[in-house]
């Protein structure tokens, strides 16, 4: 480790004030991009199409959330009419969660207005600068996960 005690805590002080600003300007982007979809629900959505289709359990597992939350979060989903439940083929007892046509086109129009805007933002940096962000923030959420696990 380098630098005073000081200097790091001066660093750790600036950088929960700009992660706090970016959560703040995420969720505010969210509600712009797709007003009736919280973020939390955005998140939910993508993972499940990520992953080709998962269980609520996993969804709760996988960010920590109750299961009760994650409920609450994909029946609004399924009012919207993003997401549907479909019987696993090999346990019919268990549900598997699926974006619907309408949920891929909202995660789809959602994505290209986040990446234009992040295009916007981050257009004066160089490759070098992008790739080492990139692998900043990589490095910051594993860590993350190594210590949730």
């Given at each position: 480790m380098t630098?005073?005690?000081?200097?790091?805590?001066?660093?750790?002080?600036?950088?929960q004030r700009e992660l706090t600003a970016f959560a703040?300007?995420?969720r505010s982007a969210a509600a712009?991009?797709?007003p009736e979809l919280p973020l939390v629900s955005y998140t939910l959505l993508a993972h499940i199409d990520e992953q080709h289709g998962c269980?609520?359990?996993?969804?709760?597992?996988?960010?920590?959330?109750?299961?009760?939350?994650v409920s609450r979060q994909i029946g609004a989903l399924e009012k919207l009419g993003l997401v549907e439940r479909h019987s696993?083929?090999?346990?019919?007892?268990?549900q598997v969660l699926r974006p619907t046509e309408a949920g891929t086109q909202a995660?789809?129009?959602?994505?290209?207005?986040?990446?234009?805007?992040y295009r916007?933002?981050?257009?004066?940096?160089?490759?070098?600068?992008?790739?080492?962000?990139?692998?900043y923030l990589l490095r910051y959420n594993s860590a993350g996960e190594a210590a949730a696990e």
């Open positions: 630098g005073t005690p000081g200097e790091r805590e001066e660093s750790l002080d600036v950088i703040r300007r995420a712009r991009l797709h269980r609520a359990a996993d969804l709760a597992a996988h960010y920590m959330l109750d299961k009760s939350t696993d083929p090999a346990d019919h007892r268990i995660l789809a129009s959602t994505k290209a207005s986040r990446r234009a805007a916007q933002r981050l257009g004066d940096w160089t490759a070098e600068d992008l790739s080492q962000f990139a692998r």
